[in-house]
């Protein structure tokens, strides 16, 4: 091969490398936004309902929730939950997806809660698990920070 060859295919090989990794990082930025997207849905609608519970604003709730921990509100709120989980309901049209929270309480009571989702929004580990086992339903248990 003549070094021009050589020059066009080193060119061409670290073109392809470059853009893979550009579209793995690509990948990853949108992963950590789709789930920090549910996230912060959930928190905020977790804390409404627990604020009804507690008898304290849903801002300080919200606060605890997400890491400025208020020791007297987290043990409160490991009194009165019982479970807290989301479930992904796939519906029939397949760009839509159903995302209900569910709180269970102590108290025997429970909260839920809905808000339909584009697919391409979703987290990939949830549209896997979607792919994988061919079911119309995903459901995550969700832990408090403090738990994990």
Do not use: H
């Not at 698990?129 to 408090?144: A, H």
């Amino acid at each position: 091969m003549t070094q021009i060859k050589v020059d066009w295919l080193t060119i061409s090989i670290v073109a392809v490398v470059a853009v893979g990794i550009g579209i793995y990082f690509l990948t990853k930025q949108s992963e950590t936004e789709n789930r920090r997207n549910i996230d912060r849905w959930f928190e905020e609608r977790l804390a409404i309902s627990l604020a009804e519970k507690l008898g304290k604003s849903s801002q300080k709730i919200l606060q605890t929730i997400r890491g400025s921990g208020n020791p007297t509100i987290i043990a409160r709120i490991r009194e009165i939950v019982n479970s807290a989980r989301l479930t992904f309901t796939k519906l029939s049209s397949f760009n839509d997806v159903e995302i209900r929270l569910s709180v269970d309480y102590s108290n025997g009571t429970s909260f839920a809660v809905s808000k339909n989702w584009k697919w391409d929004e979703l987290p990939e580990t949830i549209r896997s698990e979607f792919l994988r086992s061919s079911s119309n339903l995903v459901t995550r248990p969700w832990d408090f920070p403090w738990d994990n």
